[in-house]
């Protein structure tokens, strides 16, 4: 008997002896740095030479840990084991698969404050980002426990029959291969394994080589909770060499990545490729990008949309699917909106988020990133008017951090208004009324969040129609989707729309099976 699930509580970093407790796991991981982390394939633990590092992007020079160089003959180690793992794993009772996850979940709750000291140490997370990422890594784990039991045998759902006894029960799929993101490393990576593991599932796990560390992390987790061997491996490395391959091979029955459109859109056509030997249809689970928008009308409570927008453009420097990286906003309340926005923005603290639970803002991920960051802000500069920031912060570390930007009177088709930037910028688009608000709002070829500031119930009732997005929210921010609250997952080039954290999510990671015995 399970408890009925409930989402994890947020740490509530005013409190003095959160603080010290959270310095104190900080205080910890910084004991760790620079080890040597092995790859993990058939429970065997392997180390060969130094393959990359990650560091730390407040600080580049400081190496937190350092991983073996993979190839294309481990990816295929990897891929045997996870395949004759899958003989036995398949057939281990949903109950006990469902125990390991709820088994890790406890043990991350118990050290959750180390965790998400290494996602600020790592990602350059702030505290309060860290420990929400947390938080919904042991969601996740809680939640698919629960649905997986829920689903596995299906047949109440049946019409009865004269003279047959059904059954519809939901079996795995086979080997996965999960490939996740580094943005949000604790929960997505945890979020996609557990779910492939707990349906019965083997997996070959290749994280975000920039958050290997605390992907280390969460395996380790599953191996001390006793998983059989083969049945997760930890693969970290270069996603073009080990990750391309992984999808390759004929023996993969399914990938789950959460990641760019770029890559999202080259696995799909890989895995559309059917390989010598191969016996299935590859599944694919793609979650991709966004270009979301904060939608203002002329009836909205004008601070608390002000307020929203920011927190939706610049939660983790904008580093989010989810992140507003639109505001759009109604002619006549344009300049009291975006004026507001501006001097709110203008009050966040950034810095290395190590130093403090203050930081609102660390650095941007890796020198790539920055790069990327910065060559948008100069083609947002010839795009629109610069309102707040631009130029990048110099600091003595010679950490990666670019200042929250705004530009204003962008044009909906500008570059800046359609790309994903995915940093602290912010593109605010002026529209004529409520239908050019609407219009510019579905005018992207992504589909992820949006938001809707307004008090007419009239519009409100049409966006719910027309807002074509996966998660749409209503007088709130666009980010912080909560597990099993708002199932998430996104439209057109946004993704396969897979609703990570709802009731369906884990029927992407199985197959139906009906029986039908004559009595
Ligand atoms: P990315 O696409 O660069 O990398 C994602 C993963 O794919 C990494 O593990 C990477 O190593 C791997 N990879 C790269 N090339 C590969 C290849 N050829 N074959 C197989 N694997 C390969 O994305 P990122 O920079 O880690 O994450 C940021 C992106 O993720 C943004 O676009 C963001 O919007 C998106 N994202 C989407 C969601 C969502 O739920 N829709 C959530 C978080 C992040």
């Known amino acids: 008997m399970l408890f009925p699930f409930r989402n994890e509580p947020l740490t509530d970093f005013t409190q003095a002896h959160?603080?010290?407790?959270?310095?104190?796991?900080?205080?910890?991981?910084?004991?760790?740095?620079?080890?040597?982390i092995?790859?993990?394939?058939?429970?065997?633990?392997?180390?060969?030479?130094?393959?990359?590092?990650?560091?730390?992007?407040?600080?580049?020079?400081?190496?937190?840990?350092?991983?073996?160089?993979l190839d294309v003959s481990h990816a295929d180690r990897a891929i045997d084991a996870a395949a004759r793992a899958f003989k036995t794993w398949q057939h281990v009772p949903v109950e006990?698969?469902?125990?390991?996850l709820l088994h890790a979940a406890a043990e991350m709750r118990r050290r959750k404050h180390e965790f998400s000291a290494v996602m600020?140490?790592?990602?350059?997370?702030?505290?309060?980002?860290?420990?929400?990422?947390?938080?919904?890594?042991?969601?996740?784990?809680?939640?698919?426990?629960?649905?997986?039991?829920?689903?596995?045998?299906?047949?109440?759902?049946?019409?009865?029959?004269?003279?047959?006894?059904?059954?519809?029960?939901y079996i795995p799929l086979g080997v996965g291969v999960v490939i996740s993101p580094w943005n949000f490393p604790n929960a997505i990576a945890t979020g996609m394994?557990?779910?492939?593991?707990?349906?019965?599932?083997?997996?070959?796990?290749?994280?975000?080589?920039?958050?290997?560390?605390?992907?280390?992390?969460i395996c380790d987790l599953f191996y001390e909770s006793g998983i059989p061997r083969g049945v997760l491996n930890f693969m970290p490395g270069k996603g073009s060499v080990i990750g391309a391959r992984m999808v390759d091979s004929p023996q993969t029955r399914f990938i789950a990545f959460t990641g760019s459109k770029e890559v999202g859109l080259r696995i799909f056509e890989s895995a559309g490729k059917t390989q010598p030997g191969q016996l299935w249809l590859k599944r694919t689970i793609l979650e991709m990008g966004g270009k979301d928008a904060v939608v203002v009308d002329e009836?909205?409570?004008?601070?608390?949309?002000?307020?929203?927008?920011?927190?939706?453009?610049?939660?983790?420097?904008?580093?989010?699917?989810?992140?507003?990286?639109?505001?759009?906003?109604?002619?006549?309340?344009?300049?009291?909106?975006?004026?507001?926005?501006?001097?709110?923005?203008?009050?966040?603290t950034v810095g290395a988020p190590d130093q403090s639970h203050l930081i609102d803002q660390g650095p941007v991920v890796d020198k790539n990133s920055y790069q990327k960051i910065m060559e948008y802000i100069e083609v947002g500069t010839q795009e629109g008017k610069l309102l707040l920031g631009g130029k990048p912060l110099i600091t003595p570390e010679n950490g990666y951090f670019i200042p929250p930007t705004i530009f204003g009177d962008v044009a909906p088709d500008a570059r800046i208004a359609q790309e994903e930037i995915f940093g602290p910028v912010l593109a605010c688009i002026r529209a004529r009324d409520f239908d050019d608000a609407l219009n510019i709002a579905n005018g992207t070829e992504f589909g992820l969040t949006g938001a809707l500031f307004s008090l007419d119930r009239a519009r409100i009732e049409r966006a719910r129609r027309e807002y074509h997005v996966g998660n749409l929210y209503f007088n709130r921010k666009c980010t912080g989707a909560f597990v099993g609250v708002h199932p998430f997952g996104?439209?057109?080039?946004?993704?396969?729309?897979?609703?990570?954290?709802?009731?369906?999510y884990l029927l992407l990671f199985t197959q139906a099976k009906s029986v039908a015995e004559r009595l």
């Open 96 to 100: 006990e698969r469902a125990r390991y």
């Open 490 to 504: 996104g439209f057109n080039m946004s993704g396969t729309d897979s609703k990570a954290g709802g009731p369906d």
């Open 193 to 217: 394994t557990s779910a492939a593991l707990v349906a019965g599932n083997t997996v070959c796990f290749k994280p975000a080589e920039p958050s290997s560390w605390i992907a280390a992390m």
């Open 120 to 169: 600020v140490l790592e990602v350059g997370k702030s505290w309060a980002e860290a420990d929400a990422d947390t938080a919904e890594a042991i969601d996740f784990m809680e939640y698919y426990a629960r649905q997986a039991m829920r689903i596995a045998d299906s047949s109440d759902l049946l019409t009865p029959f004269p003279g047959e006894q059904l059954s519809l029960y």
């Open 38 to 69: 092995p790859a993990v394939i058939d429970g065997e633990r392997l180390w060969n030479e130094q393959g990359f590092v990650s560091i730390n992007p407040s600080r580049p020079e400081e190496v937190l840990a350092r991983f073996p160089k």
């Open 18 to 36: 959160e603080q010290t407790a959270f310095q104190r796991a900080l205080d910890k991981v910084k004991a760790m740095l620079g080890r040597e």
């Open 299 to 348: 009836t909205a409570n004008l601070e608390a949309a002000s307020v929203a927008i920011v927190q939706s453009a610049f939660g983790f420097q904008g580093q989010k699917c989810s992140a507003g990286s639109r505001a759009i906003v109604v002619d006549n309340v344009y300049d009291q909106v975006i004026g507001r926005a501006v001097e709110l923005t203008s009050k966040l």
